[in-house]
């Protein structure tokens, strides 16, 4: 009986210091040191597809030249595409986006030798 006793705690202690290692903080912070939790990178995932459609949907703007990434909610277009016109259309577009709070503009103009 008594041996059953001390498996029984020893079960317990075990089960508690395995369990505590998974406890959270509500999805405040992440352990990675990145600062962006799981939920919030999905947010940004998405957000990225959206625009990401959003731009290829665009009639005559050659999306396939312009990367989109998020964090937190901002964009960041960046890649060369043909005409002031195109830069100015891209970020117009991505601004519309549901979920965008802004876009930070880094595309760039190809140079014509």
């Known amino acids: 009986m008594k041996s059953l006793k001390h498996y029984s705690a020893l079960f317990l202690a075990l089960a508690f210091i395995s369990l505590s290692g998974c406890a959270t903080d509500n999805g405040r912070t992440d352990r990675s040191g990145t600062g962006e939790t799981a939920g919030a990178y999905l947010d940004d995932s998405v957000v990225t597809t959206k ?13 396939g030249e312009i990367t989109v990434e998020t964090y937190k909610g901002v964009v960041q277009l960046s890649g060369f595409v043909e005409s002031q016109s195109d830069i100015d259309r891209a970020v117009e577009v991505a601004r519309k986006v549901e979920g965008v ?7 760039r103009l190809k140079t014509k030798y």
């Open 51 to 63: 625009v990401k459609t959003a731009l290829f949907n665009e009639p005559g703007l050659d999306s």
């Open 101 to 107: 709070k802004s876009v930070k503009n880094d595309m």
